[in-house]
């Protein structure tokens, strides 16, 4: 159950490392992805994981978990940069997400793309992460319910 | 401007639907007039879409810059631009029309119910337009999710519904994508123009037979066929009925429209001349699906139920359709699919309309609430006119030319079952409609309340669109014909 912190000092210790490492490797994988293995998802998914964690170590009153439960009301707005970023270029009278044809001045066509690609990334995490946090949520309060039925 | 049309028509209901827990967080009432005017935009840009096509011919349009078969491509010919007109018509007469039933508010759930809608509108924009077998699997994957959330809504019984619905539609949607990665196994393609040119020579291959079999499975049990057909009647009655128009005029649609896509587009390129034995499958499902479809109706005493069983029965009528691998067949077929859209749309308006106003759900119900409603009793028969076939309703000119198309490929069998299939729903049209009669001769009382503007004005614009398909049947099937005539069939 969420709602009972850990008592063991070796799991908190070690989570309130781990978390915060988590979670900067998630950063690296987000800004990486389009040189390497990674991406939007996979850092949307490790921020989530980050999460869950310190829910399942701390308990829902914690920090975390008041950040986590914080994260939520942002549902929606990582696919909201998504569609910006992709409306911009509409603007700039290119495709939907052809970067290079986004109205920034003072970049050249390469360093638009390398924005606008960062940009839909941080989107598609913003909204992996706040889908996976609220899969949790929903999972902990409906067992929650059914205890108290009982 | 008008190559960017497909893009924006699509855009604006999802944008607004991801919009929506922003727009709505501190006050839900907002989320209603919201969807109303997004899927009014919408209208406007898929009518100019519309307008473009015909006057310019197809787009292609490649997401981010990137040319097909790598990109994803949407392709925009008249066919989905017709669709995605009617699929954005109906959404707003549909939203028209839960605004003046006046259902239980839904408070702060609306927030979710109209991002549901609107979700539900732009994946059926979307399956419509996309060009390659992958993303129409994504987006019949985003029409089913909405559906079944939206099936759901006034809970109890409507839950078991939904989760029945879920059940099967999660299985139809993986017996697509199972055949979609036998195909691309096969040739290594997903795009539609890629994978008929690289489909010949591999008709015999057993991974594009097995593929194809299991795409048509799947969308089977998406599009209700009659062997898989279990979910759909539970669904339609639990459903809310300010959701069930939306739902059955539009959603069992968009896979025989896929359906559509793949045997033709896709497949029908590779056949050198001769039939694919599929074709006959197909019209042997038809044949079946159409005429059983209509002696359950027939038996049904439930008005939403007897709908539904009917609605099952014209699946099968479009698929005869489909199954003729003519021209006249497909066009028919496909003039029939729009039809049944805004018959299905009218039928579960005047069904939700009768239940709320007069108590009305079954036969029996009918015969006693007395019905003087001069708007309802002209929807029903001009729905009842469409739904039998006879002129000059769009109905009429569907099956009209669906009964040539088995005649031109001499199928004598599949003919009879137009034709069987007319007279069944005649009875069973018959039968509400001598009670809906009865019922208002009984008593002299005239209904009292005035019927509120939004619910005239679905109507009449469901009537007129029922009696102008048929109207304009000629250029409206010479358009179809425009988007079939470079397949060669």
Redesign the interface.
Known sequence: MIDRPSGSVIIRRTASLLVSLVQLFALYVLFFGQYGPGGGFVAGVMIAASLVFGLLVFGEDSATSQRATRLLAADGVGLLLFVAVGGLCLIGGGEFLNYSEAPIPGLDSAARRYLGILMTQIGVAMDVAVAAVSIVFSLSRSVATEETDA | MTE?LP??VF?TP??TA?????AG?RRPAVCRPIALIAICCMTVLSVASLWSVSVHGEVR?????WLPPIGIEWLADSLAATMVTAVSGLGVLCLLFADGLGERPLGGRAVPYYTMVLLLVAGLSGAIYAGDLFNIFVFLEVVSLSAYALVAVPGGRALVSAFRYLLMGALGTAFYLLGVGYFYAATGALNIADLSQRLPGLLDSKAVMGGLIFMFIGLAIKMALMPLHGWLPDAYSDAPAATVPLLAGLVTKISLLVWARILYWVMAPSAEGGTLTIFALVTTFGILASVAGACLALRQRELKRMFAYGGISHVGLVLIGVGQANETGLAGAMYYLLNDAVMQCSLFVLAGFLALRYGASTLDELARAHVRNPWAIVTFVAVGLGMVGLPPTGGFFGKLRILLGTLEADNNIAAAAVVLTTLITLGYFAQVFEKLVRSGSESASADQTETPWPLRATMAALVAAIVGLGIWNDQIVALLVDATAPLGI
């Open positions: 960017h893009a924006l855009l999802l944008a991801i919009s929506m827990p922003v967080h349009y490649s997401f981010s810059g």
